[in-house]
């Protein structure tokens, strides 16, 4: 199993008969988008991958070779095309950006739905409430990483642990029932003290100590920064509380 045709390149990857390899699927698409003609080789064997890996010192697959020269898996393809490296630690806001667009254009939709019109002052209670939700869901998809992390930063987790395991629920609670409009009595008092305490807590971390964290905004696993997305989500709800409260 060589590789000596520098004009060629291949591509070796896992296409078995209970198995294939969804990374392999990504390079030679990438490939084929980048305008390669692609030699595509299965490993169609557990035996034959190990015996690919062991021949040219690699540990995984897929394997790709361009112009002779070996590139690498998946990632190392991407840095190819793209020129550089993207490291796991580095800041990702893509996150916070997908929800807080959804947020937007279900409450869009919401307003067109009962008003038949697309802004009024309405608009921005459903975004902000939906907002809640979306980032609630975050959190409560793995709470126990979630509370960890938030436990690095927020004042009154840091005195009541359990706090940090009934922070999503509050935030989700409360952004059920402005959204249903409903029971404001209950929603703009929870709104008001996770908001409060949280903007606070946020503003210590990043502007007092200057910190530099990870926010729990987004769940346990965000590479969003400590800073102003995440002060935004703690004022957003303080105005939601007491709009909601005056209202």
Not at 120 to 145: G, P, R, T, Y
Request: net charge neutral; charged share 20%.
């Amino acid at each position: 199993m060589t590789i000596t045709d520098p004009k060629k390149v291949k591509l070796y990857r896992m296409v078995m008969a209970d198995h294939i390899c969804p990374y392999g699927l990504k390079s030679k698409d990438l490939l084929e988008r980048s305008g390669f003609d692609v030699e595509d080789h299965h490993l169609k064997t557990r035996e034959e991958t190990d015996a690919f890996q062991k021949e040219h010192n690699v540990e995984t697959t897929p394997q790709t070779w361009i112009n002779g020269k070996r590139v690498g898996g998946y990632g190392e393809l991407r840095e190819y095309f793209d020129g550089k490296s993207k490291k796991n630690d580095e800041a990702n806001y893509q996150p916070v950006i997908a929800i807080f667009s959804v947020s937007f254009l279900l409450a869009i939709a919401m307003n067109w739905k009962l008003n038949e019109t697309i802004l009024n002052f309405h608009i921005l209670e459903w975004f902000i409430s939906f907002a809640m939700c979306l980032l609630a869901v975050q959190k409560l998809q793995d709470v126990e990483n979630f509370s960890t992390m938030f436990l690095n930063y927020d004042l009154l987790a840091r005195k009541w642990v359990r706090y940090s395991y009934l922070y999503p629920f509050g935030e989700l609670f409360a952004g059920i029932l402005m959204i249903s409009g409903t029971l404001f009595w209950i929603s703009s008092p929870i709104a008001l003290f996770i908001g409060t305490v949280g903007a606070i807590s946020v503003f210590k971390a990043v502007y007092v100590d200057k910190r530099e964290l990870k926010c729990a905004c987004v769940g346990g696993n965000s590479k969003v920064p400590l800073g102003f997305v995440s002060l935004t989500e703690n004022l957003m709800m303080i105005a939601m509380g007491v709009w909601m409260w005056i209202k």
